[in-house]
């Protein structure tokens, strides 16, 4: 096929999804967001708030990559602008939540969650878990039990050191009992640097209730990796039939102070638009090459 009935067809691929179904793309550029070299708050920017917890919650600021104090590089895939948080280790976790009715569609479908992290540390060893998180959420529990949801979460691998973190998750067994699950031994998830720009990806089929692929990608080298859970479930396990959730939250925490988390271009899209995306220059597009 040549390349423009390709992009014809992805486009039409795209369209037809997104009509039927919400979703979300953001770079936290201008003019939707305003940032500046100290941060600006972003509760209160294209309607992100700090959720109720059952802990006290502190804001997340939008910076520009130009001067900001916390030493984020530059990402290559990025523009003006990036959130980020810091836990305080006061008691007080960084929280930013954005809920909007449809940001996972109906409830039906395959979904990729995709985002852009990098991870950085403010303080001095030790430090404690966990680093950080995304997760899909409910706008009216905190802790997710009566919806169907998943944490994808950032940990030290080892919080003595404090210089390298892994890509976790916290997500349901068969039964829709809460668990850590091990994800593989692989240098795409594990052992990753701090100071650097990562892009981690979920996917989830809404039928089945099942996250049926993990990703990473170097933003630096280009390199890629996926793999296929088997047993891993969002809220409700193997049985389902829980309400979609609503929301997604942005997290920093830990009970040391320093624990930063980095977000950039979140796009949480449904499949087969994810793949007209990837068509047509994938979240590159998003990335504003």
Known sequence: MKRKGLLVLAVTIALAVTTANAEFMSGFEPPTYTGSADGTVLTGQDGYYLPD?????????VHTYAGNPLGIPANPGGGELFAAGTGLGDGSYARAQRTEAGTWGDGTGIWKASYDICIAY????????????????????????????????????????????????????????????????????????????????????????????????????????????????????AAGGLPACDGFRLFAGGGAYGNTVAFDNIALVPEPAALALLLLGGVAGLRRR
């Open 53 to 61: 917890a059952s802990s006290p919650s502190t804001d997340w600021y």
């Open 122 to 237: 403010l303080g001095d060893p030790p430090s404690a878990q966990n680093i950080g998180s995304f997760s899909s959420q409910p706008s009216d529990d905190p802790y997710n039990p009566d919806h169907s949801s998943f944490i994808a979460l950032a940990q030290w691998s080892d919080p003595d050191l404090a210089t390298n973190w892994d890509a976790n998750y916290l997500i349901y067994d068969a039964s829709g009992a809460y668990v850590y699950p091990a994800v593989p031994d692989d240098p795409a998830f594990q052992g990753l640097d701090l100071y650097k720009w990562y892009r981690w990806t979920t996917t989830m089929d809404m039928a089945t209730n099942a996250i049926i692929e993990i990703g990473s990608e170097d933003l630096e080298s280009g390199d890629t990796a996926a793999w296929e859970p088997d047993g891993w479930y969002l809220g409700g396990g």
